[in-house]
Every structure is written in C-alpha cells, then in structure tokens.
C-alpha cells in the first residue's frame, strides 16, 4: 500500500463511499480508514439479531438515491458491481386503528382507487400532487446535487418556472399545511402525514412543504426501493 495520498477520508459510510468514489475518478488517490469492522456505516445489511437473518442497519429504503445521477445516470457504475433496486409493489400499506387501511401501489391508477374507498376528492388531490411534483422534482433534484455557489440559487430557478412562486410559498411551508388543505379524508391525511414524516423532520415545521409531496412521490414511482446486491457473486 502507498504511504502517501491525495487525500484521506475519515469513515466509510455510504456518504464518505461515494466522496471518495469521485475523488478517485477524478484520479486522486485516497485512503479511507473506517473505524468499525466493515464498511457501509448505517447503510450495511447485518445481522443484528439472529443468525440468518439479516437486517437493515438504519437504511431500508433507497428512494431519493435512486432519484440522483450516482445512480440514475451511473455516474458511479454501481450495477456494474452488482447493485441493483427491488421496486417493491405494493410501495407501502397503512393500517388505521379503525381496521381500514390504504395500499400504495407503484401503478397510479391501483394507488388512487385505494384513496377513492375514502374519498373520490383525495383520489384526484394525490394524482394531481405527485403530477405536480413530478414536473418540479428536477429542479429540486438538481440542486441537491449542485454545490453552493456552483449554479443559480433554488429561488432563481423557481423564479423561472410559470408556478415558480407558489412552488417558493409551499417550500415555505409546514407540510401538514398542505396535506391538510388537499385533503378532506383523516385516514389519507395520515397516510400523507406519515409519507412527509419519513425522513425524521416534524411536518408542522415550517420550511418542510415540499415533503408533502417528495416522499409519496419517490415511493409512488421506485416502491420501498429495497437495495439488493446478494444475488450477484
Ligand atoms: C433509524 C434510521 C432509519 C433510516 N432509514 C433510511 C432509509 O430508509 N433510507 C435512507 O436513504 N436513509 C435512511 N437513514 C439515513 C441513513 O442511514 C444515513 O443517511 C446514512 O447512513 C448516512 O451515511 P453517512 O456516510 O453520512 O454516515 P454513517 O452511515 O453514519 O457512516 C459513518 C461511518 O464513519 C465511521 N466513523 C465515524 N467516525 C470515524 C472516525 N473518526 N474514524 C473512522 N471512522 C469513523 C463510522 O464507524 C461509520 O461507519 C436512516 C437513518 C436512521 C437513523
């Protein structure tokens, strides 16, 4: 091994993974040192209680990176290296303490006449949010993978856009505001509630709108997105 590098990474996680990826396609060398036995950080399938059965560390569900050019364009070739993403369907199934429950399937129609058991209104609110999403998730995408002071600011890019303003407003917003004024149902306002709760940011928190839409969406399009590399050698 070389004792000198380029640079020196601290931790394998999946985050420092991927920096050190792209450092080494930009042809620096690198040395990553991971504290633990293996690598993975919380994205690592282990077994955490019985032997045989393996579990998610902290990450079952790989949505938003199936959404980003690492992996929609192989920017990284990762499914040259044997990963690739089980679309589960159905995406995800709620139960309510009433005994009913809602059923995401990744077929739109399937999905809205779930939510159409409870109300036809809500049906049309979930197509028409998720379409709306669909048509903007670029520009939000493409800021996440765009380095501060790389390219114009998020407000300059809505700006542009014809409901450029009201994308800016509902950014502004707590996301149980927006999934309480579209939707008239309480079972569909919990299923919402629980989609823009998924990555751990309370929904009355202003400035989480746009997981009113991102979560249901990622789900609605890619399933739970469950990572499989085990049936490769
Ligand atoms: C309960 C829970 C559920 C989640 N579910 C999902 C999900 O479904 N989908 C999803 O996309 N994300 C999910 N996440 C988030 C995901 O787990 C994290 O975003 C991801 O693991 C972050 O990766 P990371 O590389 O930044 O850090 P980590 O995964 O924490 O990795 C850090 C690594 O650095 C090592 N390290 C730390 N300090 C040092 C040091 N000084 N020297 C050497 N090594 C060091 C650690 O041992 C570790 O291996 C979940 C998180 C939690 C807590």
Redesign the pocket.
Known sequence: MADQFDVVV????????VAAAYLAKAELSCLV????PR?????ATEELTLPGFLH???????A??MESPIWRDQELPLAAYGLEYIATNPACHVVFPDGTSITQWTDMDRTCDEIARFSRHDADAYRAMIGEWRAIAPVFGGMRYTPAGWGPSLAEQLAERPNGLSWQRRQALAAWDIIDAAFEDWHVKSLMLWFAEGT?QPADRPGTGTLAYSFAAGRQRNGWALPNSLSRK
């Open positions: 601290a931790g394998a996680g999946h985050n420092s993974l040192l991971e504290a633990r690598i993975g950080g919380n994205t998610d560390t902290c990450s079952t569900a790989h938003i990176f751990l």
